[in-house]
């Protein structure tokens, strides 16, 4: 009786001992369908209007052997489209007393459409974001969320086309980081850029941007992406 009440203990001292690593391992694995928002110990990650399915995860640790969770999503359309894709990063475990240096994160970079930086302080408030037209070849990376992305795109014969629009944010509040990249299929018919989305106030893109079309849909992208960045902050700060 007397082992048996042993065992019994144990079991339970290792069940509760389930760590945030342990539980991104497990949770959402890859082919889970998600919408409106991802969880994760930190916080909540937006996602744009629609379905969203888990394509990669990945789990590094940083030079104090932080736990850092990687994830990779993307949205297809009926017709095996790649309409979207949503990348991002977030510590799974971190205490309050650490913090994220300021770095060039957060500074233009050559080929930004658009750039905002709200703020960019030394081990406290960072905050800033960038619209980049960037191709989508994900089989030449070295980040295991990227190429099983990659993987289950291939394997699920999705087709893509060789560049999408980035809306790329950096969230950072004291032990707090979101990195997250929104990637938008800017070949789309107008008004399909963004599903169920129309811009509060039109933004003008005064450069070319190849097709007329494709200019609509960056000013369009460009508009969410300003309109969402409070929302993007809060949803994973607050």
């Known amino acids: 009786m007397i082992k048996k009440l042993v065992a019994l203990a144990t079991a339970a001292l290792l069940t509760g001992c389930v760590t945030a690593a342990d539980k991104f391992q497990t949770?959402?694995?890859?082919?889970?369908?998600?919408?409106?928002?991802?969880?994760?110990p930190q916080g909540d990650v937006l996602l744009p209007p629609g379905k969203w399915t888990v394509v990669g995860k990945d789990l590094f640790r940083n030079n104090n052997y932080h736990p850092f969770g990687q994830v990779a999503l993307?949205?297809?359309?009926?017709?095996?489209e790649l309409d979207g894709l949503v990348f991002f990063t977030t510590p799974l475990e971190s205490h309050f007393?650490?913090?994220?240096?300021?770095t060039g994160a957060c500074d233009r970079r050559e080929g930004d459409l658009y750039h905002k930086k709200s703020s960019n302080q030394e081990l406290g408030v960072q905050g800033c974001f960038s619209v980049r037209d960037l191709g989508v070849s994900l089989d030449d990376s070295d980040e295991a969320h990227l190429t099983q992305a990659?993987?289950?795109?291939?394997?699920?014969?999705?087709?893509?086309?060789d560049s999408m629009l980035f809306s790329a944010y950096r969230v950072v509040r004291g032990h707090k980081l979101l990195v997250v990249q929104y990637?938008?299929?800017?070949?789309?018919?107008?008004?399909?850029v963004i599903p169920g989305y129309t811009p509060a106030e039109k933004?003008?893109?005064?450069?070319?941007?190849?097709?007329?079309?494709?200019?609509t849909n960056l000013e369009t992208v460009i508009a969410w992406s300003k309109e969402k960045e409070d929302t993007i902050r809060s949803t994973f700060l607050d």
């Open 150 to 161: 990659d993987s289950y795109l291939d394997t699920h014969n999705v087709y893509r086309h």
């Open 27 to 40: 949770d959402m694995p890859i082919g889970t369908v998600v919408t409106d928002k991802v969880s994760t």
């Open 74 to 80: 993307a949205q297809i359309s009926v017709t095996k």
């Open 203 to 215: 933004f003008n893109y005064d450069k070319s941007f190849g097709r007329e079309l494709w200019k």
């Open 183 to 192: 990637g938008f299929n800017y070949r789309q018919p107008n008004g399909n």
């Open 97 to 102: 007393g650490y913090g994220f240096y300021a």
